[in-house]
């Protein structure tokens, strides 16, 4: 099973960006979906971005599209999400997923192997 680990995460101020990266090892995601989610403190874990298999598809949640983007570089088995104009209710622990199909979906259930997730914190 593909390994994820991620990376990126960290305190930002309202207004700001980050880039958080996920690299792949113990197998190749390039013929996969890949996604992104969040767990907010005392919240279910949401989903937050998308991308097929060629990078040619992808969907973001209502709350973070126009803000958030997510591409991959299938050479180097990396994911990223650049986040820009970081709102406070954007703070979660942020999850790097593999989905089991080469589009995926929004559903958590449809995504086989998961990061442990990086730390993204924005102050106000």
């Known amino acids: 099973q593909v390994q994820l680990v991620e990376s990126g995460g960290g305190l930002v101020q309202a207004g700001g960006s980050l880039k958080l990266a996920c690299a792949a090892s113990e197998g190749t995601v390039s013929n996969i979906a890949m996604g992104w989610f969040r767990q907010a403190p005392g919240k279910e874990r949401e989903f937050v971005a998308r991308?097929?298999?060629?990078?040619?598809?992808?969907t973001y949640a209502d709350t973070v599209k126009g803000r958030f983007t997510i591409s991959r570089d299938n050479a180097k088995n990396t994911v990223y999400l650049e986040m820009n104009s970081l709102k406070p209710e954007d703070t979660a622990v942020y999850y790097c997923?593999?989905?089991?199909?080469?589009?995926?979906?929004?559903?958590?259930?449809?995504?086989?192997?998961w990061g442990l997730g990086t730390q993204v914190t924005v102050s106000s």
């Open positions: 997923a593999a989905a089991r199909t080469p589009f995926g979906s929004n559903w958590s259930s449809d995504f086989s192997s």
């Open positions: 991308i097929s298999w060629r990078g040619y598809a992808t």
